[in-house]
């Protein structure tokens, strides 16, 4: 007889939307999954490893999101989870984890299309995580994503303040930018880099990059003063790895006198990767990156 049952996943399940239901931006899913199992008492099946395999309560909750994931409820991308606005509702609508877990099977049976027979059945529920190759595919799939995002992540995070700085240059260089500058060590007046479209900086405009390796994300007082150095013929480019707060994007999006461009964590990776083959060998080693491919699970 199977020992995860309908109702203990929708527990685990519905628990872990009320975390994220508290972080609007989104978690880590490793830090999601390790704030979930405290506030959880695992039985000693779920504490134990499976034959082929991970931790039985990881992969039971990461079993459940699938059908969340596929109803419309969960957005998982580049390690981070976050709950949709439809996610929120149901967290509100269905107040019964059974009855929670339920209609997010229900939606992604109705996603896929499934025939009755082959719909999970609470007494299956366990077979299937040991025996269904395709979820259990998504399943190391999305579990390697996100110890490779973790990873870039924490090597950025911890890289020297200079390197960090000499890497956006980099990046700059390989989009066809003229680098004119790079602040040395000390104080920079709160601009970091200058860089230009044509290499004598003849040509309008003149582009400011204040570069901030911080965990915490802009606000808009530090945006609203990096913006206060800019000129008339000036655009800002404003990188920082905490992001930026929901006011300080609201900002830069209105702003009509300055025009000032946000490049957060994952921006910053989209643009390396992009670029990656006109970076030079030098700058490539500043962030190397090695591409593998193989069979992706379906969307």
């Avoid at 499934?114 to 579990?143: C, F, G, H, M, P």
């Avoid at 995002?149 to 303040?161: A, H, K, S, T």
């Avoid at 000499?166 to 004119?180: D, G, N, P, Q």
């Avoid at 962030?287 to 491919?293: S, W």
Wanted: contains cysteine.
């Amino acid at each position: 007889m199977a020992q995860v049952t309908r109702r203990r996943t929708g527990e685990l399940v519905r628990l872990l939307f009320e975390i994220l239901a508290a972080h609007p931006d989104g978690m880590p899913a490793r830090q999601a999954l390790d704030e979930l199992e405290q506030k959880v008492q695992l039985s000693e099946y779920e504490q134990g490893d499976y034959p082929s395999g991970g931790r039985r309560f990881e992969i039971i909750v990461r079993f459940g999101t699938v059908d969340c994931v596929k109803a419309g409820w969960l957005i998982k991308h580049k390690g981070r989870w976050s709950l949709t606005d439809d996610g929120k509702s149901a967290l509100s609508k269905y107040p019964d984890p059974e009855t929670f877990y339920r209609e997010a099977v229900r939606l992604y049976n109705s996603y896929q299309k499934l025939k009755a027979s082959q719909a999970t059945t609470a007494a299956q529920l366990d077979l299937d995580i040991e025996e269904d190759a395709t979820n259990v595919t998504r399943i190391n799939y999305e579990q390697a994503e996100e110890q490779a995002w973790d990873e870039i992540d924490q090597y950025l995070r911890g890289m020297n303040p200079y390197d960090f700085q000499e890497l956006v240059a980099a990046l700059l260089r390989a989009m066809s930018y003229h680098v004119s500058w790079i602040a040395p060590p000390g104080r920079d007046g709160g601009i970091d880099i200058l860089a230009w479209s044509d290499p004598l900086g003849t040509r309008p405009p003149r582009i400011k990059v204040q570069v901030k390796r911080q965990n915490i994300a802009v606000n808009v007082g530090g945006l609203r003063s990096f913006m206060a150095l800019l000129g008339d013929d000036d655009v800002g480019l404003f990188v920082a790895l905490g992001g930026f707060t929901k006011d300080a994007q609201d900002e830069a999006r209105t702003q009509e006198k300055r025009k000032v461009t946000l490049i957060d964590l994952e921006q910053l990776f989209d643009l390396w990767v992009q670029y990656y083959r006109t970076l030079t060998d030098e700058a490539r080693r500043r962030l190397p990156l090695q591409p593998i491919y193989f069979l992706a699970p379906e969307a």
